[in-house]
């Protein structure tokens, strides 16, 4: 998809206005003699920027405007090194709301909702997110943030919440608590509103079975404003982004080439309007496409496809280049298999060959067996890989508090 008019201008707008700066990003423009950008051509010279420089910027350093215009940060934790601290604007903030009222629009939400709230507040984008956008529908928040299951389920009682915002875990535990406890009754829930990390069908479907809601899928991060610069709609065919404050392109992200739109690669967004900090071009190294044509919901916004996977996740095998989440999607359609898997790839010398090998868990009341005979069928004819499959019984897979690593590579 390429830049429309006003995208460029802004985009124009935006380096004209950093180069004046004293900022990380200012700086990196004039030491490479970029001073405006009056095409497609102009823009794909725009180096990429990425996490690492976000940190190396640490604190403010990618600040692009005067202090007292500065009214409030976040920062993203990042699971190694430095923190990253992204400065907002009146208006940065203002934007975010905007964006996030529309993403409750999508999804049927009006201000006659009580929004349950239990995503995080402080540093972390989340929960302020889901608020700002709440107040600005005219719904009623319930700010609850994360933790303490009873209070939750006494306030989603007694408050009549209608919609709950969660990340997908937290969403899966409350729905797991709801029905044991038997309260489905006694709760109003109708749609549940669930941040970005990646979910597997398998647990889509178990929050659905235990408290019949309508599931949203809401995208965005914290760099770029935090969630809600997308959302899925009824269709369940994508995300809607909103291209008026962002642009987003597909790479290749081995070589950072476009990739057509349709095909898949690493999703790279530009910021058209934020003002605290701009980022341009910004590697998120999330894998999806953009899905073209229009969408039978009858919103205009274009669409990107659910995510797949990160791109630091995706490994080479036999030629083809595979994510573990593969491996994810195929286990939710095979009966008895949990969602837990490990995937470790080693190199035969004496066949001088790659082979990959997948441990899985089953349920007690399934044949093993079975479960690897489909799975490596499934795993020849989807995917074009045949692997040497383990079924282990349930439960035996560590479990991991933080993101679990799938992943072993033993390949020299
Ligand atoms: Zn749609």
Same mark, same amino acid.
């Given at each position: 998809m390429k830049l429309n008019e006003t995208q460029l201008k802004q985009v124009d707008a935006q380096v004209k206005r950093l180069v004046q700066t004293d900022s990380y990003y200012g700086n990196l423009y004039k030491e490479h003699g970029i001073t405006e950008i009056k095409d497609e051509n102009d823009f794909k010279k725009l180096p990429f920027s990425s996490k690492a420089d976000l940190r190396n910027a640490y604190p403010l350093g990618i600040q692009a405007v005067p202090d007292e215009e500065v009214v409030r940060i976040h920062s993203s934790s990042g699971t190694t090194g430095k923190p990253v601290i992204i400065p907002y604007t009146k208006k940065d903030v203002e934007d975010w709301a905007v964006m996030f009222k529309r993403c409750y629009e999508v999804a049927g939400i009006t201000n006659k909702d009580r929004i349950h709230i239990t995503p995080g507040y402080g540093l972390w984008?989340? %929960? !302020? %997110?889901?608020?700002?956008g709440c107040e600005l529908l005219g719904a009623m928040a319930v700010p609850? %943030?994360? @933790?303490n299951t009873d209070k939750q389920l006494q306030m989603m009682i007694d408050l009549k919440s209608t919609v709950l915002t969660a990340t997908s875990s937290y969403a899966l535990l409350l729905s797991e608590e709801i029905n044991k406890r038997g309260l489905r009754n006694q709760i109003s829930l109708k749609k549940g509103v669930i941040g970005s990390e990646r979910w597997s069908d398998k647990m889509r479907n178990t929050i659905r079975e235990n408290i019949g809601i309508e599931l949203y899928d809401i995208y965005g991060l914290t760099e770029i404003y935090g969630p809600g610069i997308g959302i899925s709609c009824s269709e369940e065919n994508g995300i809607h982004y909103w291209d008026d404050y962002v642009y987003i392109e597909i790479i290749n992200p081995v070589t950072g080439e476009n990739v057509p739109d349709g095909e898949e690669g690493e999703i790279v967004i530009t910021t058209l309007v934020k003002e605290g900090a701009p980022l341009l071009r910004f590697r998120t190294?999330? *894998?999806?496409? *953009? !899905?073209? @044509?229009?969408c039978p919901c009858g919103c205009k916004a274009p669409r990107l496809d659910i995510i797949k996977g990160r791109s630091d996740d995706m490994f080479k095998i036999h030629g083809v280049n595979m994510f573990p989440s593969q491996v994810e999607e195929l286990l939710s359609h095979i009966d008895g298999a949990t969602s837990e898997y490990r995937i470790t790839l080693a190199h035969e010398d004496d066949k001088n060959r790659d082979v990959i090998l997948v441990t899985v868990e089953a349920e007690g009341r399934v044949h093993f067996e079975e479960v690897a005979k489909k799975l490596t069928t499934m795993m020849k004819s989807r995917i074009g890989v045949t692997p040497r499959v383990t079924v282990v019984p349930e439960g035996t897979l560590p479990r991991s508090e933080k993101k679990t690593k799938r992943v072993i590579d033993y390949r020299a």
């Open positions: 984008t989340a %929960g !302020i %997110g889901f608020q700002a609850m %943030g994360p @933790g190294h999330d *894998i999806s496409r *953009i !899905i073209p @044509g229009e």
